[in-house]
Antibody
Framework: QVQLVQSGAEVKKPGASVKVSCKASGYTFTSYDINWVRQATGQGLEWMGWMNPDSGNTGYAQKFQGRATMTRDTSISTAYMELSSLISEDTAVYYC??????????????WGKGTTVTVSS | SSELTQDPAVSVALGQTVRITCQGDSLRSYYATWYQQKPGQAPVLVIYGKNNRPSGIPDRFSGSSSGNTASLTITGAQAEDEADYYCNSRDSSGNHVVFGGGTKLTVL
């Protein structure tokens, strides 16, 4: 079945970086965008950016431009999201989600279970 | 701040109909997508495009749009529909994606 399996929980100190992985299975990895969405405890969903695994092209929300980096390894159908210069406000659950590339009315149809990132000194 | 605005909370009596709305300028150009999220779980796609339901989503869920407002309607709400609901669409530039702030639905 189609699924996205994310890496395990992380605890980081302020100023550090974190790299979360998202392994796709059950479909052709390069045929769908991978989006990254985060959610702080008790808060709403926040779109961070997307990556086209075929071309490697990326797009970031302005808030994360320069601090988030989305990459992929097509040989193992895995996408990565690295967030640098962590602060306590980056403590959240980070989701990857699949989206059909290039369509006008965008949607994300398959989601990973989320990776909890805790930033604490 | 979100470019899509949702009411923070809505309630509905069991078996009744409820409409959850999402407002934003980008919705004049793009259909809203709707997601359901239950506590401790990842979001689930419930409505996409003009009014499309993924496999497994009950037909009591439907979507509509008028001007800058999109609506998710649940006809005959069930106890299991109690959840947070989020809308999203491309932003006004078309190059990025935005989410609404979410609506907590309580089924009484």
């Amino acid at each position: 079945q189609v699924q996205l399996v994310q890496s395990g929980a992380e605890v980081k100190k302020p100023g550090a970086s974190v790299k979360v992985s998202c392994k796709a299975s059950g479909y052709t990895f390069t045929s769908y965008d991978i989006n990254w969405v985060r959610q702080a405890t008790g808060q709403g969903l926040e779109w961070m950016g997307w990556m086209n695994p075929d071309s490697g092209n990326t797009g970031y929300a302005q808030k994360f431009q320069g601090r988030a980096t989305m990459t992929r390894d097509t040989s193992i159908s895995t996408a990565y999201m690295e967030l640098s210069s962590l602060i306590s406000e980056d403590t959240a659950v980070y989701y990857c989600a699949r989206g059909p590339p290039g369509i006008t009315h965008y949607y994300m149809d398959v989601w990973g279970k989320g990776t909890t990132v805790t930033v604490s000194s | 701040s979100s470019e899509l605005t949702q009411d923070p909370a809505v309630s509905v009596a069991l078996g009744q109909t409820v409409r959850i709305t999402c407002q934003g300028d980008s919705l004049r150009s793009y259909y809203a997508t709707w997601y359901q999220q239950k506590p401790g779980q990842a979001p689930v796609l419930v409505i996409y495009g003009k009014n499309n339901r993924p496999s497994g989503i009950p037909d009591r869920f439907s979507g509509s749009s008028s001007g800058n407002t999109a609506s998710l309607t649940i006809t005959g709400a069930q106890a299991e529909d109690e959840a947070d609901y989020y809308c999203n669409s491309r932003d006004s530039s078309g190059n990025h994606v935005v989410f609404g702030g979410g609506t907590k639905l309580t089924v009484l």
